[in-house]
């Protein structure tokens, strides 16, 4: 066992990867690893259901991120700002879309939404911009596109399930 561990250890060395110091540090480890992976599959389900749904150069909202270095080395990141959503895009008639991807397997409900989420894009409606929610239900393998405005999540409001999704009259597409 003390091999492993010291090759395992001389093999994070040379990637320049902490060796976890607790069983606990290497799950948390494992699960952020596993939700980016989950992330990375909903950003194209999102934009694949974008631009089937006729959103013209849709093009992902990028976090800036404030790198942390200690004697040269990344010791971490941080958000520079938040992000009001994660998707931007033009209908062929010119109007702007803003639009934010939430993954899950059974429900989204209001506090899957940032607040400053909300605001953003009942701001871009308010304007003359089209806002939507991209509601990807992985256990069912299907996204929908829901107008921001009819999606319904307002505070302690109904969640968006599968089953209920469609009675909004919205697009989906199964992946």
């Known amino acids: 066992m003390l091999a492993v561990n010291l090759a395992l250890g001389a093999w994070l060395k040379s990637r320049r990867l902490a060796m976890p110091t607790s069983l606990e540090d290497a799950r948390k480890r494992i699960a952020a690893k596993m939700s980016q992976r989950k992330g990375t599959h909903g950003e194209s389900v999102a ?54 991807a939430k993954e899950r397997t059974d429900r989204i409900v209001w506090s899957d939404l940032e607040p400053h989420q909300h605001a953003a894009l009942r701001e871009h409606e308010l304007c003359g911009g089209a806002s939507f929610l991209v509601a990807i239900f992985s256990g069912v393998r299907r996204a929908y596109i829901i107008p921001y405005m009819l999606c319904g999540l307002e505070r302690g409001g109904p969640a968006i399930t599968p089953a209920t999704a469609p009675d909004l009259d919205v697009f989906w597409m199964a992946y």
């Open 47 to 100: 934009r694949l259901a974008l631009e089937r749904f006729g959103i013209k150069q849709v093009v992902r909202i990028e976090t800036g991120w404030r790198i942390k270095r200690i004697g040269g080395r990344v010791v971490g990141a941080t958000p520079m700002a938040k992000v009001t959503a994660d998707w931007r895009g033009l209908y062929d008639g010119g109007r702007s879309v803003l639009a934010e």
